[in-house]
């Protein structure tokens, strides 16, 4: 992971002094909003794997939905590993795109038992993360957000995943440059915001872009940014 400040540009707003405390009112604000959300509770590093690669091109859901069908079907990731590749398709079928999933979620399997003698991967989250990282986007199929998902969700490392929503909203609000690309955008958030506020930020980034800063016609004049928010006064005076 880059330094902090790595080279994004300056994220500062009007009012705001500097990135940092932009990034605290942007927080203070969401919380108010949304909650402060519970990052206390760790998931299993396998299920946050494979439930991440399940989330591709669905919703929360249907990820769900489908990881619940294979884990039914199956009952252990031996079992998913080693099934013909059409049943898991069939399996995972509710959370869509079960063909091109189904093989890439068996390939990963595959190795990390190659390399670990079984699927048990809470060694990761004892490695530095440098390493950690590293070593989840070597296996197939994983990039930068599946990894990060797995490093803040399973092991609470101070990690961005960056989906959709966050891509979009962290743009609008200049937190990072427009031009950057998704897998960019990991590391620059991650460099933004301070560790103990990335998993708050993180799920109410996302309620933000769910509820208000919507892809298609975000709710500029309801929003608690919109002082702070460059995409969004342009919108507002626009009209
Ligand atoms: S002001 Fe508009 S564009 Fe900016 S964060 Fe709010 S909803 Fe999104």
Redesign the pocket.
């Known amino acids: 992971m880059p330094a902090k400040n790595a080279s994004a540009e300056p994220a500062t707003a009007v009012g705001c002094s500097s990135d940092h405390e932009l990034v605290l009112e942007i927080h203070e604000r969401l919380q108010s909003q949304y909650g402060l959300p519970d990052g206390s509770r760790r998931s299993d590093p396998t299920e946050e794997l494979i439930r991440t690669m399940l989330s591709q091109n669905t919703n929360d859901v249907n990820r769900d939905r489908a990881f619940a069908s294979m884990w039914d079907t199956f009952g252990s990731w031996k079992a998913v590993a080693e099934a013909p590749a059409p049943a898991l398709a069939e399996a995972i079928r509710p959370g869509g795109l079960g063909e091109i999933k189904a093989p890439r979620i068996q390939n990963a399997l595959r190795v990390v038992h190659e390399r670990c003698g079984d699927y048990d991967l809470s060694f990761v989250c004892a490695l530095a993360l440098p390493e950690a990282d590293a070593w989840l986007q070597s296996l197939p199929g994983v990039g930068p957000k599946t990894a990060a998902c797995v490093l803040l969700f399973a092991c609470g490392k101070p990690v961005m995943p960056v989906d959709t929503h966050i891509h979009r909203?962290s743009r609008?609000?200049g937190l990072i440059p427009d031009k950057t690309t998704a897998n960019a955008a990991h590391a620059l958030m991650t460099s933004l915001v301070p560790e103990n506020l990335i998993y708050p930020l993180h799920i109410n980034i996302i309620r933000h872009g769910r509820r208000?800063?919507r892809a298609g016609r975000?709710?500029?004049d309801a929003?608690v940014?919109?002082d702070l928010?460059p995409?969004?006064q342009k919108?507002v005076v626009a009209g």
Do not use: I
């Open positions: 909203v609008r609000l208000t800063c975000p709710l500029c929003c940014l919109l928010c995409y969004g919108e």
